[in-house]
């Protein structure tokens, strides 16, 4: 059966020939015995027809509601065509009319609801809650099986997600959307093949799409569980969720129309929502806030976790549930900590707004305590600044009366220090440099100036951390470049003499040879110096290119320190959290050989258990199980513990 919706509501009259000839059947069959079959078949061609309405309205495009569409078509088409043929059949009794003196229950729905019908029937009204919710159900299935596409697209998808949460709120069937989502997640997202940046930003365009859904974070907390889960296991989780908070991207650039995603936004609307409220009266805030929660207070849905009650779920926090991952703030904050002293210590000036702004607001979900060090961290920068200001103040002021020695060779003027407070900051990567003297001797000066200013303090000396800005001209070409303190050392050599064995230049800037080869690469890339091959490693020889023709490809013209650090761990600043790990947990390797030694083999548990009980003396033991059966692992790798079917034995 085949309806032209266009047509006008004059189409379904009584006289109407196709309405004849139906309901003449529909008679027929009816004198046969056959009433219910006969409604079944046009009730199932009018649903065959809304579903291929529905189908045809939703489509694959979620930036546009189609709800009320499906309504107007179903008042339009259906319910004008029921209308005709309760109408030639007898059954379109008005729900008016009084039958033993009862009003029916659907009496409530207004004419207005039915175009070109004055008084609407029961049956009639009846057939318009089977069609909605038909079309409700169906419209549903469409969006659940597009979950996962539609949470990619959000915010964009946000009009998809408001007609699903009105479709579930008619047909209450939230189960189904959880078991499709989580089984979507797990083939779909969850997989090796996709990256923790990935599986982190889809998990808080859940959080947010969801939270429309269900403002309560009911389904939520289901949904969630699984991923949360799968993040636990990878070891880059920590780091990637502290990139989030600091860089909107969450490290990946390449990800477009997920704007909505950064935790840092987040944390902005957090703290403008508080400055907003934060001028009303706290008692009277509070027991309006009470008044409302009981007002609009409901049972929670049967597939809500009794062990989680309602007061848990008041408000879904997006950074909660990202601290949830990990299972300790702790460790964000560490990581964060680490990751802040790397770019600190890789600034090139004391610029650091962005990283104040950062903090401030960590401060107020974490805890100013928790961010104590990271503060000080950056009150350093801030005190350098002013006592790098004063250095250079005393010098200038000194070169007004005293000339300058003219063998200093690099004015002050060229040097900002970073002066640090190192019980604050994460443990510094020592590396042995030996600088030109020229700096060096720049370096020595700095040093005398700030012991005359902060008496008795005495600086000692990082050589190889920091930003060094060179400018290098040859016959044809300038090129300007920021790097490390060790590729500025290499290259500086080369102003001595133009060619270097691997051998004598690791001796001349004190490095050895494999980190020489490995930072000398740069310059390489770069077109500055070419390498020649020698008989082993120790006789690779490197030439100075004056020219551009020498090198025989395009010459960059700049560089970038940030491009440099962190490349590799034996390029970085800062020990890892991981390196500061197992270094901390290196005084728990005696304990634990001991243990096996006397137990023979020990579950994890049990180990983490013996020691919580019995190091408590200075250090005492407070690492979580994650962070044991990390260093149990490295032990593992080491081939001095053995690990089978869950327990821990020596290595024999």
Known sequence: MEIDDSSGHGRFSENNKLVKNIGKVVCDLRNLGFTSMTEDAYASAIFFLLKAKVHDLAGDD??????????????????????????????????????????????????????????????????????????????????????FEIIVDYPDSLPAIEDLKQCLEYTGQHSKLVESFISALRYRLLTAGASTNDILHQYVSTIKALRTIDPAGVFLEAVGEPIRDYLRGRKDTIKCIVTMLTDGTGGNSNISGNTGDSLLEELNRDEESQENTGHDDDFHTDDKQAWINATRWEPDPVEADPLKGS?????????????????????????????????????????????????????????????????????DLIDSKRTNSNIKATINKLSRTEPEPEDNGLAMDILDATILSSNFWPQIQEESLIIPQSVDRLLSDYAKRFNEIKTPRKLMWKKNLGAVKLELQFEDRQMQFTVTPVHAAIIMK???????????????????????????????????????????????????????????????????????????????????????????????????????????????????????????????????????????????????????????????
Request: net charge negative; aromatic share 8%; glycine share 8%.
């Open 62 to 147: 979620y930036r546009s509601s189609v709800l009320e569409s499906i309504k107007g078509w179903i008042q339009a088409v259906p319910l004008q065509f029921l209308h005709a043929l309760l109408a030639y059949l007898g059954d379109s009794i008005s729900y008016d009319s009084v039958s033993s003196g009862l009003k029916s229950p659907l009496a409530s729905h207004p004419s207005s609801f039915y175009p070109g019908i004055d008084t609407p029937s029961e049956g009639l009204v009846r057939w318009q809650l089977r069609l909605e919710y038909f079309a409700y159900e169906t419209l549903q299935n469409l969006r659940i099986a597009k979950l």
């Open 311 to 379: 007061r848990n779920r008041r408000k879904v926090d997006i950074l909660g549930m990202i601290v949830g991952i990990v299972g300790s703030k702790d460790q964000l904050v560490n990581e964060y900590r680490v990751m802040l002293a790397e770019k600190l210590l890789n600034k090139s000036g004391y610029d650091i707004d962005t990283e104040l702004r950062t903090l401030e607001l960590l401060k107020i979900h974490f805890g100013e305590s928790s961010m104590q060090k990271c503060e000080i961290m950056l009150n």
């Open 494 to 652: 080369f102003q001595d003499q133009a060619c270097w064995t691997s051998k004598s230049l690791a001796a001349a800037i004190g490095v050895p040879i494999d980190v020489l080869n490995r930072r000398i690469n740069f310059w390489i890339s770069k077109g500055v110096i070419a390498e020649t091959l020698g008989a082993d490693i120790n006789d690779h020889k490197f030439t100075l290119m004056e020219g551009v023709s020498d090198t025989g490809k395009t010459p960059g013209t700049s560089g970038n320190c940030e491009d440099l650090a962190g490349d590799e761990e034996g390029d970085r600043s800062v020990a890892s959290v991981e390196d500061q790990l197992r270094k901390e947990m290196t005084v728990y390797e005696k304990f634990i050989m001991g243990m096996l030694t006397n137990f023979g083999s020990m579950a994890l548990d049990r180990i983490h258990n013996t020691l919580k009980m019995f190091c408590v003396a200075d250090p005492s033991y407070d690492k979580t199980l994650q962070q044991l059966q990390g260093f149990l692992s490295g032990l593992v790798s080491e081939e001095k513990l053995e690990l089978r079917d869950g327990m821990y034995t020596l290595k024999k």
